[in-house]
């Protein structure tokens, strides 16, 4: 990495950060890429944008058009999912333990199910793109990295498959490729969103239920959705900074 484009990197990010080998190339290389991704807007400065993403439970059909969208978009390998989507069935609001499934993690959908006197609700997941990754901390060589407007990243070139960051994700939102047997996760389609695009899952989501968030922006809907719901995160107990903002997330789902 040349020192012109280091400085770049350092001021575009708006903040001193130290970057490793790896993550410094895993951004040139998302940024440039120029095969099935789009080459990032040059115009695009990351010290602009703070990236998350809100959900809202009431609105997820659980139809799996999100899963397959990003399973076309970003090459995901048969049987594993960087986002997946679970059914929920709550016999009472004392239930400690629901009774989830997710047949191909929602991919095709759900088969009808009945649960005499349960309430039954769908909620998708991906990478919660932590502001305090424990995948990041884990990480021994910085293949797994945070870029400056706040994407948990992989960069394959570096990544060992040593599973450290598998293990360390309090999500489960990480799997090794079988093919290129290095960590692969949801990425927030980084090489759409620097283009001024949405996700993938976002996009195919019929009803609006995900909604791809600049906490940055003043003007993102984000704020409003902050500041009007009662809104969650999942495992708040861990104190990851999880950037993936519930609507309706029963206290239920783990």
């Known amino acids: 990495m040349s020192d012109s484009t280091r400085r770049e990197v350092l001021e575009q990010s708006g903040k001193f950060i130290i970057l490793t080998a790896a993550a410094a190339a895993g951004l040139e290389a998302l940024r440039g890429e120029t095969s099935s991704a789009a080459v990032a807007d040059p115009k695009y400065r990351m010290r602009d944008h703070w990236w998350a993403m809100t959900i809202d439970i009431g609105k997820c059909i659980g139809c799996g058009n999100c899963v397959r969208g990003c399973a076309a978009e970003n090459d995901v390998p048969q049987g594993f999912y960087r986002t997946w989507i679970e059914r929920y069935y709550v016999k009472d609001w004392t239930a400690e333990q629901p009774e989830v499934d997710s047949p191909e993690g929602g991919r095709e959908g759900f088969p009808e199910k009945y649960r005499s006197g349960a309430k039954a609700f769908f909620v998708p997941k991906i990478c919660n793109h932590c502001a305090h990754s424990p995948c990041v901390q884990v990480c021994p060589v910085g293949a797994t990295f945070e870029s400056p407007d706040g994407v948990v990243l992989v960069d394959t070139q570096y990544c060992l498959g040593c599973r450290y960051c ?89």
């Open 166 to 254: 598998v293990q360390a994700c309090p999500y489960g939102c990480r799997f090794i490729n079988p093919e290129t047997e290095t960590v692969e996760k949801c990425s927030l389609c980084y090489h759409r969103i620097t283009q001024g695009l949405t996700t993938a899952c976002c996009e195919s989501c019929p009803t609006g239920a995900r909604q791809l968030a600049d906490l940055k922006d003043p003007q993102d809907p984000v704020h409003e959705f902050l500041r009007d719901n009662s809104v969650q995160v999942l495992k708040p107990q861990m104190a990851t900074g999880s950037k993936v903002y519930y609507k309706g997330l029963d206290g239920s789902v783990r």
